[in-house]
């Protein structure tokens, strides 16, 4: 398992279900990679480029975008824990909302795909978030708090997991949170047991190269998840450069 106190920032590509080997090809090209190696950046392309990915990156880490629950078994179109540490994947986004709400997720599922990560020394990258109506009604800390009772198991620890603050209504539709709400959310993260006191947390949601600098250098917020602006090189390039 990747030693996760030698970096001081975390920057994650989500690339959900885009990408070829053309487009691999060129995004490692032409990607600058900061020399800063404090700077821990890792891709998530689809299961089956993370192959292709492991052995052409340079100077990045490999992750996956979802895992099985299950360790082996009839599961068709499953992908297992081993499989990915087969392929040398250092991280794997766990209970992002989009597999929650398309996929009927549930906090079980989040909580025992984190602990198999675990057991395969596999970083999971936990995501958690409010929806807009959540929002509305007030109930954002509420949410968080299940999320964060029910799905990370107890065998996480700020060593060998990671939380990612997304709000649902901020992915892919140019809307964040401001600065302040930011900060007291991930403040609320880190205090809500003291068990994620020094846990990292990341943020995610329409993180772009406008707005990154500003969110990464907030005190608590440890790095930055990113979807749709991660496609593009030059574009990840600034959210990651020195
Ligand atoms: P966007 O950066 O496109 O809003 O997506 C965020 C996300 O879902 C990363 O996991």
């Given at each position: 398992m990747i030693n996760l106190n030698k970096f001081s920032s975390y920057f994650v590509a989500n690339w959900k279900l885009n990408g070829d080997f053309n487009f691999i090809d060129q995004f490692l090209d032409q990607l600058k990679i900061p020399?800063?190696?404090?700077k821990c950046v890792v891709i998530c392309p689809t299961s089956v480029h993370l192959n292709y990915i492991s052995t052409k990156k340079k100077g990045l880490y490999l992750g996956a975008q979802n895992v099985s629950q299950?360790?082996?078994?009839?599961?068709?179109g499953e992908i297992s824990c081993q499989s990915l540490l087969d392929l040398k994947v250092d991280f794997c986004i766990v209970g992002h909302s989009e597999r929650r709400q398309k996929?009927?997720?549930t906090e079980i599922d989040v909580n025992q795909k984190t602990q198999q990560l675990i057991d395969a020394k596999v970083i999971p990258i936990v995501c958690i978030g409010e929806t807009l109506e959540d929002k509305e009604n007030k109930r954002t800390t509420n949410i968080l708090a299940k999320q964060l009772d029910d799905g990370?198991?107890?065998?996480?620890?700020s060593n060998n997991t990671l939380i990612a603050y997304e709000p649902v209504w901020a992915i892919g539709t140019g809307l964040t949170p401001t600065l302040d709400e930011i900060y007291q959310t991930h403040e609320f993260i880190k205090n809500?047991?003291?068990?994620?006191?020094?846990f990292k947390i990341l943020y995610g949601g329409s993180v772009k190269a406008s707005n990154a600098k500003k969110i990464v250098s907030?005190?608590?917020?440890?790095g930055a998840l990113i979807g749709?602006?991660?496609?593009k090189h030059d574009e990840f390039g600034k959210i990651i450069e020195d």
């Open positions: 020399k800063n190696d404090s299950y360790k082996s078994g009839a599961f068709t996929y009927f997720e990370i198991p107890e065998i996480s620890n809500y047991d003291t068990k994620f006191n020094n907030l005190s608590n917020v440890d749709g602006a991660s496609l």
